[in-house]
């Protein structure tokens, strides 16, 4: 129906909007980077993934949306370099479907270097179920990525069952503890303890942990006072990538 045809045309026409969210350090309050979340301007409304990533998933054009997506990211890298925060970092999802592709290290490094951004700044964001449908050539695709500097985080971290096997056979660069966590903190023992112990495992990998979800001042201080990263309604929604170049500016 109409989000299908509003999809095919964006993806054609390169018209799909890519929103940015802050990430910040929550000792020092400091923006860190941002992820970079798909949006589609269809009838005058911007609609979520929650419209249009199943669509998406059933048309078999994933890696196209995610494409642009990392297209969007190493420009505002670029973009950011521009404002004097060479320092910032950028995220972006990729499918589970894009990343079991064969071509899929080439298409990534072919928008790294055409935009000419800095590698080490990008990271790819895979769910634990893309993990799951991971193949040895997968896995070698991964790594080269690695190997070029490009990071790679584990999104929705925590919430299957294989996290830990994950987290011992990849590269990974970050762990990002899934918002269920994070929803029932500081007061739920259970997910105290959860997160707690990410966050010990991140440490102890040398990796970098990222809070999804914060929403509260209670939460926030309860993930201060483990050195975590954090993103979440509570500190910044996402917003058009004009807006947080303007926020860089001030
Ligand atoms: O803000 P939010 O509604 O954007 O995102 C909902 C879900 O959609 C999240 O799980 C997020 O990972 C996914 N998502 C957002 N943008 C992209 C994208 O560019 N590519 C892929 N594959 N998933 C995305
Ligand atoms: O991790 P994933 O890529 O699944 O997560 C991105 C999704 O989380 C997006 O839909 C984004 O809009 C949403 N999100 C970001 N911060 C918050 C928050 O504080 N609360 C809730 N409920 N969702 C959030
Ligand atoms: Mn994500
Ligand atoms: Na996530």
Redo the contacts with the bound molecule.
């Keep these: 129906e109409w989000v299908g045809a509003e999809l095919r045309h964006a993806l054609e026409h390169g018209d799909?909007v890519?929103?940015f969210?802050p990430v910040v350090d929550l000792r020092t309050g400091r923006l860190v980077g941002a992820e970079?979340?798909?949006?589609l301007r269809a009838a005058g409304e911007l609609l979520?993934?929650?419209d249009f990533?199943e669509i998406a998933t059933e048309e078999g054009v994933?890696h196209l949306?995610?494409r642009?997506?990392l297209r969007h990211a190493c420009e505002e890298l670029v973009a950011w370099d521009g404002l004097g925060r060479g320092d910032l970092e950028v995220s972006?999802?990729?499918?589970a479907q894009?990343v079991a592709r064969v071509d899929f290290a080439d298409g990534v490094l072919e928008v790294v270097e055409a935009v000419g951004c800095d590698p080490a700044r990008l990271h790819l964001?895979l769910?634990e179920s893309a993990l799951l449908e991971l193949s040895p050539g997968t896995t070698d695709r991964l790594r080269r990525l690695r190997e070029l500097g490009i990071g790679v985080m584990l999104?929705?971290f925590g919430t299957r069952y294989a996290s830990l096997s994950y987290a011992r056979q990849f590269p990974v660069t970050a762990l990002k503890i899934d918002r269920s966590f994070v929803a029932g903190l500081p007061t739920t023992r259970t997910d105290a303890a959860i997160v707690r112990s990410v966050a010990a495992l991140a440490e102890g990998l040398g990796v970098k942990c990222v809070a999804e979800g914060v929403e509260t001042p209670e939460q926030r201080e309860f993930l201060a006072a483990l050195g975590l990263l954090g993103q979440g309604f509570g500190l910044a929604r996402?917003m058009p990538a004009d807006e947080l170049r303007a926020r860089l500016q001030d």
């Design positions: 799909l890519p929103y969210q970079c979340l798909c949006r979520l993934p929650v990533l994933l949306l995610d642009q997506m972006v999802n990729v499918a894009h964001e769910t999104d929705d996402p």
